[in-house]
């Protein structure tokens, strides 16, 4: 596949868009990585995604692809000779998804309101994220079945879908000074995220948190009257 087939719309901070590179890099495809400007929205992202006005845009042969996780699934269906992103059993997927929309509906929401958050607020957020990494260690153990990662020998769907938010995690425990993925309290998914940052798909995608806290500083600035 050439280079110019492949576009991706986006931006290297976000954690959606770091769902489609990883995937991208699974399956060994070039791409051109099309990064937006902080605060200004292009024309060809405008065009290529007029409902949400969001990234990650995959722009596939002049068509283009919106929503990180549908993008994932469309790469590992394009791309099908390169190793499988999506579990091959139906209930193994259906697994997989329901997990990756628990972590979009409700656990990285709570974790970006924490960043926000004061007082009460902030100790329920905090509380329900660390309830979330508690799921998640349970359905580490059942799902990888003593393998590295979710997806068993290699990064699958939900590690996908999982691990784009460790920077932001990462930037998180910074923030608020405490320990959210603790070894004592969750070792196996602790060890998942090791082993998740440290992958070929991942290393060079997965931004450092000095990084992260960078963009912080200017998305607060540019929020303060
Ligand atoms: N559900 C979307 C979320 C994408 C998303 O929230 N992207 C952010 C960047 S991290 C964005 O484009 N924000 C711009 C805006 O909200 O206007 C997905 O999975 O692709």
Redesign the pocket.
């Known amino acids: 596949m050439g280079y110019n087939d492949v576009k991706l719309i986006g931006?290297w901070p976000?954690?959606?868009?770091m769902r489609a590179r990883i995937a991208l890099n699974l399956k060994s495809v070039e791409y051109e990585f099309l990064q937006e400007k902080f605060g200004v929205k292009s024309e060809l992202l405008l065009k290529s995604n007029p409902v949400?006005?969001?990234?990650?845009v995959l722009i596939h042969d002049d068509k283009p692809i919106?929503?990180?996780?549908v993008i994932v699934q469309y790469i590992d269906e394009v791309w099908s000779s390169g190793p499988s992103i999506l579990p091959s059993d139906p209930n193994d997927r259906a697994i997989a998804r329901f997990w990756a929309s628990y972590l979009?509906d409700k656990w990285f929401p709570t974790m970006r309101e924490m960043r926000d958050a004061q007082g009460e607020a902030k100790k329920a957020a905090i509380s329900t994220v660390m309830e979330g990494l508690a799921y998640m260690e349970e359905a580490f153990v059942k799902i990888s079945k003593g393998k590295e990662f979710f997806g068993g020998e290699k990064i699958g769907y939900l590690d996908i879908a999982f691990g784009c938010f460790l920077g932001w995690l990462r930037v998180n425990e910074k923030m608020n000074d405490l320990k959210l993925l603790d070894e004592t309290k969750v070792p196996n998914l602790w060890k998942w995220a090791e082993n998740f940052c440290a992958d070929n798909a991942v290393k060079d995608v997965m931004p450092a948190t000095e990084k992260l806290l960078e963009i912080v500083k200017i998305i607060a600035k540019s929020k303060a009257p």
């Not at 976000?14 to 868009?17: E, G, I, L, R, T």
Request: some cysteine; overall charge neutral.
């Open positions: 931006a976000s954690p959606f868009v949400h006005k969001k990234i990650p919106c929503e990180s996780l979009d």
